[in-house]
């Protein structure tokens, strides 16, 4: 079954902004959504942005330079992703990953999420 969707994306032209969420499937325990990742076509996939248990964040600033934003809603348990100024080569499927548990670790590879959505792709132009 699915247990992490994510929704949000979608065409926009350069300099635009999108808002990505991410929500475990109802009724589904220990899933938290954690952070977002991307994979753009022959690409690997990318850290983008996480939010840990206490609200701390961590972004990857040499792709994202402050451009996008984490956020989180506990009562939801819902993660959001807000991207302005967007740029073509901010182009790829973005990924929302979960854990088991919250930590205050933000792990920027994937090997340290449990679960993931199968992705919301993002096309800017230029």
């Known amino acids: 079954q699915v247990q992490v969707v994510e929704s949000g994306g979608g065409l926009v032209q350069a300099g635009g902004s999108l808002r990505l969420s991410c929500e475990a499937s109802?009724?589904?325990?220990?899933?938290?959504?954690m952070a977002w990742f991307r994979q753009a076509p022959g690409k690997e996939r990318e850290f983008v942005a996480g939010?840990?248990?206490?609200?701390?964040?961590?972004t990857n600033t040499d792709s994202v330079k402050g451009r996008f934003t984490i956020s989180r809603d506990n009562a939801k348990n819902m993660v959001y992703l807000q991207m302005n100024s967007l740029k073509p080569e901010d182009t790829a499927v973005y990924y929302c990953?979960?854990?088991?548990?919250?930590?205050?670790?933000?792990?920027?590879?994937?090997?340290?999420?449990?679960?993931w959505g199968q992705g919301t792709q993002v096309t800017v132009s230029s």
């Open positions: 939010i840990n248990w206490a609200g701390g964040t961590r």
């Open positions: 990953a979960a854990v088991r548990v919250w930590s205050l670790v933000i792990d920027t590879t994937p090997r340290g999420y449990d679960y």
């Open positions: 109802e009724g589904t325990d220990s899933i938290y959504p």
